[in-house]
Nanobody
């Protein structure tokens, strides 16, 4: 069982930046693909970004491309989401997720086996 704990969410003004962190309990963290998803009230959970386990290749949704960056530190079992140029429409609960290995459906929530509890990001206009 992999336990994921997110942190870093808070209220920020539009145009500002935040860095979310997700700490994993798994000692073999390095073989897990990690992803960030978000869910706003009344909306489906949506893919934000993912980073593969083998090559650290990153993928991001069109809505955040150029503004958000996912990265990982395998030595610290942690994945990050650097969010710049934040917009009010980025307001959501952000979730960290993980699955072992790789899959071409990294953007699909059901691909992920493990989820954190979420951290609230609120962007004011």
């Amino acid at each position: 069982q992999v336990r994921l704990v997110e942190s870093g969410g808070r209220l920020v003004q539009a145009g500002g930046s935040l860095r979310l962190s997700c700490a994993a309990s798994e000692r073999t963290f390095g073989i897990y693909t990690m992803g960030w998803f978000r869910q706003a009230p009344g909306r489906e959970r949506e893919f934000v970004a993912a980073i593969s386990w083998a090559t650290d290749t990153t993928y991001s949704a069109d809505s955040v491309k150029g503004r958000f960056t996912i990265s990982r530190d395998n030595a610290k079992n942690t994945v990050f989401l650097q969010m710049n140029s934040l917009k009010p429409e980025d307001t959501a609960v952000y979730y960290c997720a993980a699955f072992r290995g790789w899959s071409g459906t990294y953007y699909y929530p059901k691909t992920y086996n493990y989820w954190g509890q979420g951290t609230q990001v609120t962007v004011s206009s």
